[in-house]
C-alpha cells in the first residue's frame, strides 16, 4: 500500500482545513487508517483513527474538532479540521495497518504502512 497525504497550508486560528490520503494498492477497505502528526523536535503523535468497519477514535486534543473518514470506493481517507488551534500545527501524516500487530490504534507501531506527511500551519 502507498499513500499520498495532501491537504495542508497556512491558514488562521478558527479556519477549518480538509487532509486527504489516497492508497494505492488492493484492499485498501481492509485496512485500519490512522492520522498522525509530528512537530519538530516531539515525538509522533496520534491523532485520529478509523477501523475497516468505521469505528472512529480520536486523541482528546482534536475530539470535537476533527473528523475522521473513510470513502473506499475512492481508497482515501480524509480529516476534516475545525476551529484549528496555533498547538494544530505539524506535520500530519496518514498510516494504514492490516491488522496485523498487537498494539493500540494509539501506537504508531500498529500501522504498517505511511504516506510522507502533509504541512499544516495555523497561525494566531
Known amino acids: 500500500v502507498q499513500l499520498q497525504a495532501s491537504g495542508g497550508g497556512l491558514v488562521q486560528a478558527g479556519d477549518s482545513l480538509r487532509l486527504s490520503c489516497a492508497a494505492s494498492g488492493r484492499s485498501f477497505s481492509m485496512y485500519g487508517m490512522g492520522w498522525f502528526r509530528q512537530d519538530p523536535g516531539k515525538e509522533r503523535e496520534f491523532v485520529a483513527h478509523?477501523?475497516?468497519?468505521?469505528?472512529?477514535m480520536y486523541a482528546d486534543s482534536v475530539k470535537g474538532r476533527f473528523t475522521i473518514s473513510r470513502d473506499n470506493a475512492k481508497n482515501t481517507v480524509y480529516l476534516q479540521m475545525n476551529s484549528l488551534k496555533p498547538e494544530d500545527t505539524a506535520v500530519y501524516y496518514c498510516?494504514?495497518?492490516?491488522?496485523?500487530?498487537?498494539?493500540?490504534?494509539?501506537?504508531?507501531?500498529?500501522?504498517?504502512?505511511w504516506g510522507q506527511g502533509t504541512l499544516v500551519t495555523v497561525s494566531s
Open positions: 498510516a494504514a495497518g492490516d491488522y496485523g500487530r498487537f498494539y493500540s490504534y494509539r501506537d504508531s507501531r500498529w500501522y504498517n504502512y
Open positions: 478509523i477501523s475497516s468497519g468505521g469505528t472512529t
